[in-house]
């Protein structure tokens, strides 16, 4: 059966090195609307240019370009066994579009990685990911403020520029506003849970298996003894 997830959680809650994680180990892909635009931006194609601006503000970029996206990106091959989704949805719009471009694809588990906003303005302060390769630091175990080379490609590791502390309040204000509804619009279904991130990512890692787990009806040694590339297994 495939594995469709979504990670959900305000900036800084540890969502994109879950997800990494999570989606190495079950050998599906991780699709994070963040990097992909990053992406975009580094490289200077046209929509990089078109969104710069606003990734710089923390704003959100247009549901139609992100759907569109994202839509994209599911249609490829590897992601019909499942994928893990950092990022996306951010709005009710986007969660309905994503039902939609699901039909038929098996269930999607919604999990909700919850940390206290205090909590997060100091974390995403000591953020920092690669310069060559865009690899989170804190992806790796270790302290990522005391790193100073990326353990993925050796490249120097910086502050991501949407990190300043202005911004990541910014941030906040959005995922509240925005992101928020979206719990209302999954919360009600058997698939959605939720998980503490305001503990070690050891920790949270568990917690987020079992919370898959039991969302899928598996349990937890089931699910990691599915580990492994998904497409092989099919
Ligand atoms: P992230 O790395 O997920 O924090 O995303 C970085 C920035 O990319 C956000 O602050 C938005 O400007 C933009 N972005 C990423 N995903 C979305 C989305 N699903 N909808 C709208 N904007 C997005």
């Not at 992601?79 to 579009?97: E, H, I, K």
């Not at 989170?136 to 590791?157: I, T, W, Y």
């Amino acid at each position: 059966m495939a594995l469709n997830l979504v990670m959900m959680g305000p900036p800084g809650a540890g969502k994109g090195t879950q997800a990494e994680r999570f989606a190495r180990e079950q050998g599906i892909p991780k699709i994070s609307t963040g990097d992909i635009l990053r992406e975009a931006v580094t490289a200077g194609s046209e929509m990089g240019l078109a969104v710069k601006a606003k990734l710089e503000r923390g704003e959100l970029v247009s549901d139609e370009l992100i759907i569109g996206i994202v839509q994209d990106r599911l249609s490829r091959p590897d992601a019909r066994a499942g994928f893990v989704l950092d990022g996306f949805p951010r709005t009710v719009p986007q969660a309905r579009a994503l039902d939609q471009m699901l039909d038929g694809r098996g269930p999607l588990v919604v999990v909700e990685i919850q940390v206290p906003d205090e909590e997060l303005v100091r974390r995403v302060r000591s953020r920092r990911v690669c310069v060559n390769c865009g690899t989170n630091a804190s992806a790796f175990s270790g302290d990522p403020a005391q790193a100073e080379r990326c353990r993925n490609c050796g490249g120097m590791l910086v502050p991501r520029s949407d990190d300043t502390e202005a911004v990541v309040r910014d941030r906040l204000t959005v995922y509240w506003r925005d992101t928020k509804p979206m719990v209302a619009y999954y919360h009600e279904r058997p698939t959605y849970r939720v998980v503490n991130g305001a503990q070690s990512p050891e920790l949270v890692r568990e917690e987020l298996v079992t919370a898959v787990a039991s969302a899928t009806e598996r349990s937890p040694s089931e699910l990691s003894a599915e580990s492994g590339p998904r497409g092989a297994k099919g």
